[in-house]
């Protein structure tokens, strides 16, 4: 699976956030609101106006790199599983002139690259803007390599 920053490609779909846990799924034809592998709730593209993540960011390069080696370390040292899952973020998703928002699980502890999230919020809008390029969604490998040099640009 291709990853970068709150961007993972999955099956037939970008999932945004961590498919674990809660997290939005991008299909060709719809946005689908997920709490792991169960659907709670779709909404059709033609009635998204916008979507905003709202979760931690840095501006150091490889954030889950240091969150990862920080928290082996913390490990190693107590001898025991520290229970250290990311604190939940939130997405909100204006649906037909009404804002929604819903709980967003992170990938990692510590925040995601700032460049990442502006490059993902680059990348949504132009999905809702531009609706023929939507059919991308189901090869989601190539629209994170997208978001990564929007995420440059």
């Known amino acids: 699976m291709k990853r970068y920053g709150p961007l993972i490609a999955v099956p037939g779909a970008l999932a945004v956030g961590d498919p674990g846990r809660h997290h939005l799924r991008l299909t060709p034809d719809a946005v689908l609101f997920r709490q792991g592998a169960e659907n709670v ?7 998204v106006e916008r979507i905003l993540l709202d979760v931690p960011t840095t501006r150091f390069r490889l954030p889950g790199l240091v969150s990862t080696i920080l928290l082996g370390a913390l490990t190693f040292v ?11 973020g939130s997405i909100s ?3 037909d002139g009404e804002q929604r928002t819903s709980p ?9 690259w700032a460049p990442t999230v502006e490059g993902a919020h680059r990348l949504l809008q132009h ?9 991308l969604l189901a090869k989601p490998e190539a629209l994170v390599d997208v978001a990564a040099a929007l995420a440059r640009a």
Do not use: E, F, M, N
């Open 93 to 95: 998703i204006v649906i």
């Open 78 to 88: 107590t001898v025991s599983d520290i229970d250290a899952d990311p604190d939940d």
């Open 127 to 135: 999905l809702i803007d531009h609706p023929d390029q939507r059919k």
């Open 104 to 112: 967003l699980s992170r990938h990692h502890v510590g925040g995601y």
């Open 41 to 47: 709730g779709i909404v059709a593209w033609a009635q």
